[in-house]
């Protein structure tokens, strides 16, 4: 099979460069777009899918269905479209659909009185679910000079696996999980790591990872989202509900195979590609190739015991960002009793207690302790924290509630994150260190409270001793450093209207407004690449700090012909987009 594929690989080149050549050179100032001199002919694009066993699609939006001028249209399917375009499922398993609609220009939304069209999503999509058909794709986007994106699920705050006139990677379908039951053996290495181990194709989500080592009552240190794919999440750093005991994703990553730019398919670990080793764990996805599998240390699944609480004041008492601040800067000596989770400040909010006559303000959240059934373990840390609010500052509400799971699995299953989706949002983030949330309770108040205007802020504990402690193979990964200080993930996100220029510039420059509460407060400290703006300024600081010159040589090095680009990636500062073509500067 290997010598077929290799014989239709060569059969496929061959006709690529003859091809090329006829239709003359093209113009390196931009990557090639439809109606240019360098797109490719109809039969260069059918020898690409007949090189990959027919895996090129070259689909047409969701919400087309819903409109009498496209092709797809079909009165019968529009109504199951909209009904679920808040879903996740719809975008995630879709080969162009974004899960947030700006990331796809809102070009083609599933409402008949709307315009629609493809501009806002790729032309072609190889449905890859090996390496050699990722190394096809690269080598085919890098020969033709054409824009070059990847897609797992859609699950994207930074639109990196959308844009229009390009040619996508789907990852989707590149599943599978092997387990290694007490050692692993690198590859070309003479290491091996002892304990429990998988290896899992890219393109697996945080759900099927979860269950799967559910089954082997074990778990992975893994995000909360359900389509959350392996592989973007690792490139980003990983942070997790589990990463204050465990360190980060990025931390346990043992091996790596992926397709770099130059259509190599490598193995990389601590004794070889070490380099690239480094930058994939945390340097960005979508940037210096593309992963086709993993290798992360698991943990024993441990049982979990869950506080669900609530307080809340009216908005307007003076001091109920006095409480939330006290609240808040309680939150590293709660990570160091190991407490971890999901605190949400509110502020400003509709009552839902007199039916949103008025407004309240306060804290709502999920929180964990492991290995214990005894609630009194996670209430003895909280109690007396709200009864310093209830003395100091009267007239909150308090809510407390109480869970035990068994095991992580049996948690999660009840308390992954439901991610809304179907709408235009922006984000802004920041890292919270101890200073931050302790050193000086005005400061804090005031950048808190201004940091929640638009409704609602996340402060996650999802930081903390196992975050700053962690040994990565190989020495160290290309995680912000700012992660190794931190101990709040905080999140601010606005939502706009679609089809509105106005609408989308206002939410964009919200969003700034926001976060620059936080990076006055914090200076020194940075953000999390995977949730956050695209429009962050001085972002290659702010996402890498000062690991992002070393990445910026990797990403010269492995790419110099700049085959990815990507908004906020390593080394795109080379290129930018005109409308919908990217150009050089």
């Known amino acids: 099979?290997?010598?077929?594929?290799?014989?239709?690989?060569?059969?496929?080149?061959?006709?690529?460069?003859?091809?090329?050549?006829?239709?003359?050179?093209?113009?390196?100032?931009?990557?090639?777009?439809?109606?240019?001199?360098?797109?490719?002919?109809?039969?260069?694009?059918?020898?690409?899918?007949?090189?990959?066993?027919?895996?090129?699609?070259?689909?047409?939006?969701?919400?087309?269905?819903?409109?009498?001028?496209?092709?797809?249209?079909?009165?019968?399917?529009?109504?199951?479209?909209?009904?679920?375009?808040?879903?996740?499922?719809?975008?995630?398993?879709?080969?162009?659909?974004?899960?947030w609609n700006n990331w796809n220009n809102d070009t083609c939304l599933p409402d008949p009185r709307a315009p629609c069209s493809a501009a806002g999503y790729p032309i072609y999509v190889i449905n890859a679910t090996t390496a050699e058909h990722v190394k096809a794709g690269i080598d085919f986007a890098r020969t033709q000079n054409i824009r070059l994106i990847v897609k797992n699920s859609g699950h994207d705050f930074t639109g990196r696996s959308s844009a229009p006139n390009s040619l996508s990677i789907w990852v989707h379908h590149m599943k599978g999980i092997k387990e290694h039951k007490k050692s692993f053996q690198l590859r070309s290495c003479n290491v091996t790591i002892e304990g429990h181990a998988i290896t899992a194709a890219a393109g697996t989500q945080m759900q099927e990872t979860y269950r799967a080592t559910a089954l082997l009552n074990r778990t992975v240190?893994?995000?909360?989202?359900?389509?959350?794919?392996?592989?973007?999440?690792?490139?980003?750093?990983?942070?997790?509900?589990?990463?204050?005991?465990?360190?980060?994703?990025?931390?346990?990553?043992?091996?790596?195979?992926?397709?770099?730019?130059?259509?190599?398919?490598?193995?990389?670990?601590?004794?070889?590609?070490?380099?690239?080793?480094?930058?994939?764990?945390?340097?960005?996805?979508?940037?210096?190739?593309?992963?086709?599998?993993?290798?992360?240390?698991?943990?024993?699944?441990?049982?979990?015991?869950?506080?669900?609480?609530?307080?809340?004041?009216?908005?307007?008492?003076?001091?109920?960002?006095d409480a939330i601040t006290y609240f808040i800067s309680q939150f590293p000596s709660l990570a160091d009793a190991g407490v971890t989770g999901?605190?949400?400040?509110?502020?400003?909010?509709?009552?839902?207690?007199?039916?949103?006559?008025?407004?309240?303000?306060?804290?709502?959240?999920?929180?964990?302790?492991?290995?214990t059934h005894n609630a009194t373990d996670i209430l003895a840390k909280f109690e007396p924290l709200f009864a310093h609010i209830n003395a100091t500052w009267p007239g909150f509400v308090f809510f407390t509630s109480t869970t035990y799971h068994p095991s992580f699995g049996a948690w999660y299953e009840e308390n992954y994150d439901p991610s809304p989706v179907g709408y235009g949002s922006v984000m802004g983030s920041r890292l919270l260190d101890t200073p931050a949330l302790a050193a000086n309770a005005t400061a804090t108040k005031l950048a808190l409270e201004r940091f929640s205007a638009g409704g609602q802020a996340t402060v996650y504990i999802v930081s903390g001793k196992g975050v700053w402690d962690a040994q990565p193979r190989g020495g160290s990964t290309a995680v912000n450093p700012a992660w190794r200080r931190a101990v709040v993930h905080a999140t601010a996100s606005v939502s706009f209207a679609p089809l509105n220029e106005t609408a989308r510039a206002a939410a964009i420059s919200q969003t700034n407004s926001l976060t620059a509460a936080l990076r006055e407060l914090t200076p020194s400290m940075g953000a999390y690449v995977n949730e956050a703006s695209r429009y962050e300024p001085d972002w290659q600081h702010t996402f890498w700090g000062d690991n992002y010159s070393r990445l910026l040589k990797i990403k010269r090095a492995v790419d110099p012909d700049d085959v990815f680009w990507c908004v906020p990636c390593v080394g795109n500062e080379r290129w930018h987009e005109v409308d919908d073509v990217l150009c050089r500067v």
């Open 1 to 99: 099979m290997s010598k077929i594929y290799t014989l239709i690989s060569l059969l496929f080149w061959i006709t690529v460069c003859v091809l090329a050549h006829a239709h003359g050179p093209r113009s390196p100032a931009c990557k090639s777009v439809p109606g240019s001199g360098g797109w490719p002919s109809l039969e260069t694009w059918t020898a690409l899918n007949q090189s990959i066993g027919g895996r090129l699609l070259q689909p047409t939006p969701p919400g087309a269905v819903c409109h009498p001028d496209q092709t797809s249209y079909n009165p019968a399917q529009c109504p199951l479209v909209q009904s679920s375009w808040f879903t996740e499922s719809l975008h995630s398993d879709d080969p162009v659909s974004a899960q």
């Open 221 to 321: 240190v893994g995000g909360n989202g359900r389509t959350v794919a392996l592989g973007g999440f690792i490139t980003g750093g990983g942070h997790s509900i589990l990463a204050p005991h465990y360190g980060m994703a990025a931390d346990q990553v043992l091996e790596m195979e992926l397709v770099t730019p130059m259509g190599e398919v490598l193995t990389a670990n601590e004794c070889q590609n070490t380099d690239l080793f480094w930058a994939f764990r945390g340097g960005g996805g979508s940037t210096f190739g593309v992963l086709t599998s993993i290798t992360l240390k698991t943990i024993p699944s441990p049982s979990v015991m869950t506080l669900t609480f609530q307080f809340a004041t009216s908005s307007s008492s003076p001091h109920a960002f």
């Open 342 to 371: 999901y605190p949400i400040i509110f502020n400003g909010v509709a009552n839902g207690s007199d039916g949103g006559q008025t407004l309240a303000s306060g804290v709502i959240g999920k929180v964990i302790v492991l290995d």
